[in-house]
């Protein structure tokens, strides 16, 4: 058990809508990284926060993508509008203060746009 | 931008065999971590080498860092079942944590 809770584990919705998933690092976690993987590929980085500044968003996110961390606590992503091509798993990992190094990365919320 | 490259996409072996898994950076690298990810789990950090010419040990997995600091690899002896799964390599940032992710090898061992 990493400490990293995301909610929820499932999605599925149709085309066009919005969703939005949560992520719950632990306290010792000041950086919060957000990643989407598809089927046989790595992890593909999409944004960081230290606290609850958002300090880098990959260039490859649509603006139909947003993320906050308010509090520097739980980080949300949402995802607007939402294609076909968004179907992925979305993985949120916590990285502890003051460290390089091992990712804690939560269980992951699964999207499914039909 | 930074590309990581890992070879081969799956590997079949029986079990007892061994198994290795190349990884190549497209940049040199600040340091480059290895996670394990088993079927319908999420990744899960096994070690992270920072030196050039670095080898770590755990068990029976043995890492590598390339002189360059631009390849790796993690080496398999005697392969179990339980090494089941796919294997990421990860580049990543000293000043900002991030890693960039490689595709990945599949593990399959037979018994």
């Known amino acids: 058990d990493t400490g990293v809770s995301q909610d929820p584990r499932h999605k599925i919705t149709k085309r066009g809508q919005n969703v939005t998933f949560r992520c719950d690092p632990i306290?010792?976690?000041?950086?919060l990284y957000w990643y989407r993987q598809t089927l046989g590929q790595g992890p593909e980085f999409l944004t960081y926060f230290q606290n609850e500044a958002q300090l880098e968003k990959s260039r490859l996110l649509s603006d139909r993508f947003s993320a906050e961390r308010p509090k520097g606590s739980f980080s949300t992503l949402e995802i607007q509008r939402t294609e076909q091509g968004d179907s992925a798993m979305y993985l949120c990992?916590?990285?502890?203060?003051?460290?390089?190094?091992?990712?804690?990365f939560g269980e992951g919320s699964r999207l499914t746009v039909l | 931008g930074q590309q990581v490259m890992q070879i081969p996409q799956y590997q079949h072996v029986q079990e007892g065999e061994d198994f290795t898994t190349y990884c190549n950076s497209s940049?040199?690298?600040?340091?480059i971590q290895w996670y394990k990810q088993r079927p319908g789990g999420h990744p899960v950090f096994l070690i992270q080498?920072?030196?050039?010419?670095e080898v770590k040990k755990q068990k029976r997995l043995t890492f590598q860092f390339g002189e360059a600091k631009k390849n790796s690899s993690l080496h398999i002896t005697a392969t179990q079942t339980t090494d089941v799964g796919t294997y990421f390599c990860a580049g990543g940032s000293s000043n900002t944590g991030k890693l960039i992710f490689g595709q990945g090898t599949t593990l399959q061992v037979k018994p």
């Open positions: 080498l920072v030196k050039s010419g």
């Open positions: 306290s010792e976690h000041n950086r």
């Open positions: 990992a916590g990285l502890d203060r003051g460290r390089t190094g091992e990712l804690f």
């Open positions: 940049t040199t690298l600040s340091n």
